[in-house]
Structure formats: structure tokens, C-alpha cells
């Protein structure tokens, strides 16, 4: 089977790694790829915006399927495209990705389907939106409706921070994903993320994954993409897993069927473990990212047949099998992220970190020159380890940290640190 991948970071060099190792796979082309993804496939300056030259190059290379990693292509409908050319493609179509593309779209689903979430209003208008704040009183959530590159979200936990995050939105912030703005309830718990796997009607969760937002230790200073993650977690147990399933994403996959507009693909909860149980903040519609540099280490199946059998509404007999040994990545950055960072500065090492027993090194943003690894991005390195604990797989990753060559880079040191505390 001819396979074409699209995207460019950490997520997309675990999913080559694992897409390279299925029996199934003739050939696979990355869009546009990175200088670590390059060692699993080949890659193609295909412009991902531009779904004619995807469906063009699908066409010409006789490709049988697409796996969209990033969201942007998703909420762009490229997988609507594709397979109205013909091409059978791994995601939610343009109206199933508006779980993501659309806070307010996914505020009504819970409504309409009495899926657990916080209190909201909608609003066009930065005078309404003022009058509701005012009466809500803060703390409270600000957030942009559309897109916004994991910047759209402002949790003020003052009067004065929400109003200044109303009108950041309105005044054009984040351009088209502004004009319209959810606020919503400050919700208080702990934080997790959940994965399933769905196929329109069926939803397999994934093993269960948390990543550390924060860009310092002890979680401090600005949020990031995300610093690292590891796999398993503690806190969902199998209480709460049920929970998740049963009142949070069962019904959203029965209710987007239930609309015409099944949703096919990884459904991706930003739930918070309130006292009032597990109430759903955010979807995100694709695997995560860097949650997925640890699923895929994780996952013992093939992952082909499972990303078709989502395609093919045949996942309810579908057994995916993942590997008992934690996970976990330490994301490697350029000095300055979240903020103002230098490309093209040149890592070494990064042979000589893999051969650390257990470890796997995926690159983020890395460009090849003349023979060396150069920095190309914010994140740039997702370096992830298996260990019979989660405190082998810590300390095989940051040995492997240790050995890799990049002085204008850094991490964080305590990535798993509240698994660790609870013992
Ligand atoms: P996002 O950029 O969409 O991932 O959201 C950023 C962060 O905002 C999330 O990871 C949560 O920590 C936080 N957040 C979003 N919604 C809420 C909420 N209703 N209550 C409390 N925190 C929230």
C-alpha cells in the first residue's frame, strides 16, 4: 500500500516510525516532512494548502491512502477533497472537524447532547461579550472561536485580564478565529487529555497519555504546545475512563452521527476532573502532539489497519493491542520558546543518544544541511524512551538529553514528575 503522510513535527515523525514498520506499507511520502522523517519516508515539498497539488501528487504516485496529522488540513476539509477525487483519506472531513475549528460549534454539541462541560455564552460583539463577563465576574475562560495556533485560549483570573482578552480578540488578534468569542466558565481540577479512535458509530480509546504545557519546571511560565508527555497516566483510572466514554465522548460520536456528520478520526478530550466529575474543555480532532510520540512507542499493533478500519466504519470489532511499558518524551526547544527563537543553529549527538537502550529520538522541526541536523522551529526534538517504569523510561530519555549536542536549546527536567510523586 502506497501511503502519503502530512505534516511536519514530533507527531509526524512518530507516525512515519510507526506507518514504516506495518507489513502493509509498499512506499510512504511525507508533505512536507523534516530532516528525521526523511529516515522513514520520503519527503515531498508538496504545499498541504493546496488540496489540488496533494490530490495531484496522490494521483500521479498512485497513493491509497492519506494520513492527515495536523488539524489545519482537516478543518480546511482536505479530507473531503481527497475523497472526492477518490482517495481515501485518515481524519474528520470539514464538518466533523469543526470540533475543533469552532469552540462555539462544539459549546451547542454539548448542549444539544447533555455532554458534561462548563457554563457559556457566544458572542460577536465585544459590548455583549463585556456584559456577560461583568455579570459572570472572573475567574474566567476567554477563548477565540476558530483556529488560533493553541494561542486562542485566555484564562483570566481577573476582571480586568478577561476584559483585556475580549478586546485583544476583537481588535483582529487572531484574525478570522476572533470575530467570534466563547467565554466560558473557569473550570478547576486537574487537567487530562483523552484519545479515542472513531470510525463514525464506534470509539476505541488509546492509551492513556498526559503532556506538561508549561514551558519551565513545576510547571511554570507561559503555555507551550506542549514540553513532553508520558504514557501511561494514573489519574484516569478506571472509574473515571468510563466516565469519559460513557458522558463525554460516546455521545459526541453518537451525536455528530446522529447530525449527518459522522466523525472519523482521533477525537482528542481536554477533559477537567472536577468535583462535579469530568467536564470536557476543549476537542481537538488529530493525535496529539507530543502524546503521540508516546502512543506510538506504545502501541503493539499495526497501526495501518487501524487507521483504515476508522476509515471504514470497522472499528467495533477492532482489537488494538498496546505494550504494558511506560512512555515518555522530554521536548527538546530552541532557547527562547515560546517566545522569539534562532533557527539554524546545529545539534550533534544525536546518534550517539539513540543508541541508549529503549530510547528513540523523533525530530520537530529539523532541516538537513550539508550533512549536519539543523534547528528549524520551536520545538525541534521529541526525545522518548520506554522503561519497565516510568522512572527507567525518565531516566533513559534524559541520559539520552545529556549526550545531545545543542547549546542553544533546552528542556524541561521534571517531564512526569506527578506520576513520579505519586509513586
Ligand atoms: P488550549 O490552548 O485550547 O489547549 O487551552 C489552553 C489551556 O487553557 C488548557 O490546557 C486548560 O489548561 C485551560 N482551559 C481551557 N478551558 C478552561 C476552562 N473552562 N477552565 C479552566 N481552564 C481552562
Not at 47 to 73: L, Q, W
Not at 235 to 242: A, K, L, N, Q, S
Not at 333 to 343: D, E
Request: net charge negative.
Amino acid at each position: 500500500m502506497n501511503i502519503l503522510l502530512l505534516g511536519s513535527g514530533g507527531r509526524e515523525h512518530a507516525l512515519a516510525w510507526k506507518i514504516a514498520a506495518s507489513p502493509l506499507l509498499t512506499k510512504l511520502w511525507c508533505a512536507p516532512g523534516n530532516a528525521g522523517i526523511a529516515r522513514e519516508a520520503e519527503c515531498v515539498a508538496v504545499d498541504i494548502t493546496d488540496h489540488a497539488a496533494v490530490i495531484g501528487f496522490c494521483k500521479t504516485n498512485k497513493v491509497d491512502f492519506v494520513v492527515v496529522g495536523p488539524e489545519t488540513p482537516l478543518v480546511a476539509g482536505v479530507v473531503d477533497d481527497l475523497a472526492a477525487a477518490g482517495i481515501k483519506a485518515f481524519g474528520p472531513g470539514k464538518a466533523a472537524a469543526q470540533l475543533e475549528g469552532s469552540k462555539g460549534f462544539t459549546k451547542v454539541l454539548c448542549t444539544e447532547f447533555d455532554i458534561p462541560t462548563g457554563a457559556y455564552g457566544r458572542f460577536t460583539s465585544a459590548d455583549d461579550a463585556l456584559a456577560y463577563l461583568r455579570a459572570q465576574g472572573a475567574p474566567i475562560v476567554v477563548k477565540a472561536d476558530g483556529l488560533a495556533a493553541g494561542k486562542g485560549v485566555v484564562v483570566a483570573m481577573t476582571l480586568a485580564e478577561a476584559e483585556a482578552a475580549i478586546a485583544m480578540m476583537f481588535d483582529g488578534a487572531f484574525g478570522a478565529a476572533g470575530t467570534e468569542v466563547v467565554i466560558e466558565e473557569f473550570l478547576e481540577g486537574r487537567e487530562i487529555s483523552f484519545f479515542a479512535l472513531c470510525d463514525g458509530e464506534t470509539a476505541i480509546p488509546l492509551a492513556s497519555a498526559q503532556d506538561h504545557k508549561r514551558v519551565f519546571d513545576h510547571d511554570e511560565g507561559p503555555n507551550t504546545g506542549g514540553m513532553g508527555a508520558y504514557s501511561p497516566t494514573p489519574f484516569v483510572t478506571p472509574e473515571i475512563h468510563d466516565q469519559i466514554m460513557a458522558r463525554i465522548i460516546l455521545p459526541t460520536v453518537s451525536g455528530m452521527k446522529a447530525r449527518g456528520t459522522p466523525f472519523r478520526g482521533v477525537l482528542y478530550a481536554g477533559v477537567m476532573l472536577t468535583a462535579k466529575g469530568p467536564k470536557l474543555f476543549e476537542y481537538n480532532v488529530r493525535f496529539g502532539d507530543p502524546e503521540t510520540q508516546v502512543h506510538m512507542l506504545r502501541m503493539m499493533s499495526d497501526i495501518v489497519p487501524a487507521l483504515l478500519a476508522a476509515c471504514d466504519g470497522q472499528l467495533r470489532n477492532f482489537d488494538l493491542r498496546w505494550f504494558p511499558d511506560p512512555a515518555l518524551t522530554v521536548v527538546m526547544a530552541a532557547n527562547g520558546y515560546p517566545g522569539n527563537y534562532a533557527k539554524g543553529t546545529r545539534i550533534d549527538g544525536l546518534d550517539d543518544a539513540a543508541t541508549i537502550e529503549g530510547v528513540e529520538i523523533f525530530h520537530a522541526g529539523t532541516i538537513a544541511r550539508d550533512g549536519a541536523i539543523l534547528a528549524n522551529g520551536g520545538r525541534v526534538l521529541n526525545v522518548c524512551a520506554m522503561g519497565k517504569t516510568v522512572r527507567e523510561a525518565q531516566s533513559r530519555a534524559y541520559a539520552a538529553v545529556d549526550r545531545i549536542k545543542w547549546p542553544e536549546g533546552f528542556c524541561r527536567r521534571d517531564i512526569a514528575w506527578q506520576a513520579l510523586e505519586q509513586g
